[in-house]
């Protein structure tokens, strides 16, 4: 089982994944509980990389209370280019999907 936090927005941009999966006007608590479970979990996840891997897809996709980042906009902020961003953006997301394939491994053994 694997954890995809982007989903496809267009050709350059990605939607991130609690804004697809949760409508934020709906104030209901189960909404709300997994609105923050999903971000403790990816939480939890990006606190494995280190820093700057995990830097990325939180500026990224708005993790940690930010909103969400262009790739013109993270390279301003490390000074490197979009691209730079891009490839650092792939290669975190790759390491994230294989946290979550480790967690989810986790939780399964112990059921």
Same mark, same amino acid.
């Given at each position: 089982?694997?954890?995809?936090?982007?989903?496809? *927005?267009?050709? @350059?941009?990605?939607?991130?994944?609690?804004?697809?999966?949760f *409508?934020?006007?709906?104030?209901?608590?189960?909404?709300s509980?997994? @609105?923050?479970?999903?971000?403790?979990?990816?939480?939890? %996840?990006?606190?494995?990389?280190?820093?700057?891997?995990?830097?990325?897809?939180?500026?990224? @996709?708005?993790? %940690?209370?930010? *909103?969400?980042?262009?790739?013109?906009?993270?390279?301003?902020?490390?000074?490197?280019?979009?691209?730079?961003?891009?490839?650092?953006?792939?290669?975190?997301?790759?390491?994230?999907?294989?946290?979550?394939?480790?967690? %989810?491994?986790?939780?399964?053994?112990?059921?």
């Open positions: 089982m694997s954890l995809n936090i982007n989903i496809p *927005d267009g050709p @350059y941009d990605y939607q991130p994944l609690y804004e697809a999966l *409508d934020p006007s709906d104030q209901g608590a189960d909404a509980a997994f @609105y923050v479970d999903l971000q403790d979990t990816v939480g939890r %996840a990006l606190g494995t990389l280190p820093e700057r891997s995990a830097h990325i897809p939180a500026m990224r @996709y708005g993790f %940690a209370g930010q *909103d969400p980042h262009t790739l013109e906009e993270c390279g301003a902020v490390l000074g490197v280019t979009r691209e730079r961003i891009r490839h650092l953006e792939v290669k975190a997301i790759a390491e994230l999907r294989l946290i979550a394939e480790f967690m %989810a491994e986790s939780v399964a053994a112990k059921q």
